[in-house]
């Protein structure tokens, strides 16, 4: 009665064991199989505009950074602000003044396992620096930048201008992929590097126009304004490429090509001869694992009890 009271729980728990390690085993194997699938996602950002400019003032001799930025983004995120203001201790009594006034100004950039892409739109803008609140530095239509990067493959970079342009109040013509100087006696130059794009094997960037200002107003307490201005800036960085299979080893020289004789295995047998009895074939299936660690759980626990039935009958 002992005994099978004994024997019983000791047969309930293997049974248990190793039903539990059977389960876990494909589950086990299903979890990584979905963790080295996902990757990772790429990078992106959008930025409409980036100021970098000194400003210097007349009744000072120290320089008064401008460093201000509209729109940037940085993946997953959007934004749509169509105008930006500043202010600058000393000048113009410290009022706010206006920077960049624009019609339409977005930017987004979205990232995922396969694809990342920044991408930005100015439409029918002006852009002002201190001491210039009437004169505009320059005036388009239309700037977009895109830079897309999917996984594995090659990133593109594209940035375009449509539309005519206004520089200090003089209409240009813009060189693609080039320089234009504008210089305006009294008031200064700027220089405009039109449609910069940069690729490489994971990264790219598209930066629609660029101007480096150099121009001395002497209004509004500014003596001189210097520095960049970077308009519909995207990036973007592709996600890792996944991981693939390896490839197939090549046939080996001393191998026989399809389709040529090749001599017996030394354990070839002769059709219609059977095979001796108490051979074993070697390897294992894909279910050997779980075996073997459900066989583990029933010495276990028939060693467990085992134990408990000694002391019981001491």
Request: negative net charge.
């Amino acid at each position: 009665m002992n005994g099978n009271t004994l024997r019983s729980p000791a047969r309930r728990l293997a049974t248990v064991a190793t039903a539990t390690v059977l389960a876990a085993g494909p589950a086990a194997l299903a979890g990584a199989g979905t963790a080295q699938a996902s990757g990772d996602h790429g990078r992106a950002s959008a930025t409409v505009l980036r100021t970098g400019l000194g400003v210097s003032l007349l009744d000072k001799t120290v320089n008064a950074p401008l460093t201000a930025v509209l729109n940037e983004v940085h993946a997953p995120g959007t934004a749509r602000e169509t105008a930006l203001t500043a202010r600058l201790d000393g000048v113009d009594a410290g009022r706010p003044f206006s920077v960049l006034r624009a019609d339409v100004a977005e930017s987004a950039a979205t990232a995922t396992a396969e694809r990342s892409e920044g991408r930005t739109r100015l439409a029918r803008a002006e852009l002002h620096v201190p001491g210039l609140p009437l004169l505009s530095v320059v005036e388009v239509e239309e700037v977009t930048s895109v830079a897309t990067c999917e996984a594995g493959k090659k990133p593109v970079a594209d940035a375009n201008l449509l539309g005519p342009v206004t520089v200090l109040g003089k209409k240009v013509t813009l060189t693609a992929g080039g320089t234009t100087e504008v210089r305006v006696p009294g008031v200064g130059e700027v220089r405009l590097d039109l449609s910069t794009t940069r690729t490489t094997s994971r990264t790219a960037a598209a930066t629609a126009l660029e101007l480096t200002v150099s121009v001395n107003p002497l209004d509004l307490n500014v003596a001189e304004v210097d520095g960049t201005l970077t308009l519909a800036r995207a990036t973007c960085e592709s996600p890792a490429a996944p991981e693939t299979e390896a490839e197939q080893p090549p046939a080996k020289a001393d191998e026989t090509p399809a389709g040529q004789d090749a001599e017996p295995a030394a354990d070839a047998r002769p059709q219609g001869v059977r095979a001796e009895a108490g051979l074993a074939e070697t390897g294992g299936g894909a279910a050997t694992p779980y075996l073997a660690a459900g066989a583990a759980a029933l010495v276990l626990a028939g060693g467990g009890s085992l134990v408990l039935a000694r002391r019981r009958r001491g």
